[in-house]
Nanobody
Framework: QLQLVESGGGLVQPGGSLRLSCAAS????????IGWFRQAPGKEREGVSC????????TYADSVKGRFTISRDNAKNTVYLQMNNLKPEDTAIYYC???????????????????WGQGTQVTVSS
């Protein structure tokens, strides 16, 4: 059974850092394109960063370029999102999600991703 579990969220001051983890079980993450998404209160879920399968191309939302980095550790079957220089507008629930390997590479949008974790809360506040 395919399962994704996010962790690493929390409360951090502006300018601080967090590293989110997305641990996969029931399948090998290496074969899946994966993305990080976030949803702030009252807003739609948006793509933050995506990575193709087998370490393929990465994309970032303009709002996080230069501050966030997506990476994967195939040995641990885990994907990470390193978030630096956090801003209050980064406050949201962060989710990881994968694209079925049966699908062609697609956009970093929630509707193209098939399986989701439960999310982890990130709050940036002084």
């Amino acid at each position: 059974q395919l399962q994704l579990v996010e962790s690493g969220g929390g409360l951090v001051q502006p300018g601080g850092s967090l590293r989110l983890s997305c641990a996969a079980s029931g399948f090998s993450l290496d074969y899946y394109a994966i993305g990080w998404f976030r949803q702030a209160p009252g807003k739609e879920r948006e793509g933050v960063s995506c990575m193709g399968n087998s370490g393929g191309p990465t994309t970032y939302a303009d709002s996080v370029k230069g501050r966030f980095t997506i990476s994967r550790d195939n040995a641990k079957n885990t994907v990470y999102l390193q978030m630096n220089n956090l801003k209050p507008e980064d406050t949201a629930i962060y989710y990881c999600a994968v694209v079925s390997p049966l699908k062609l590479p697609g956009a970093c949008v929630p509707g193209y991703h098939d399986s989701w974790g439960q999310g982890t809360q990130v709050t940036v506040s002084s």
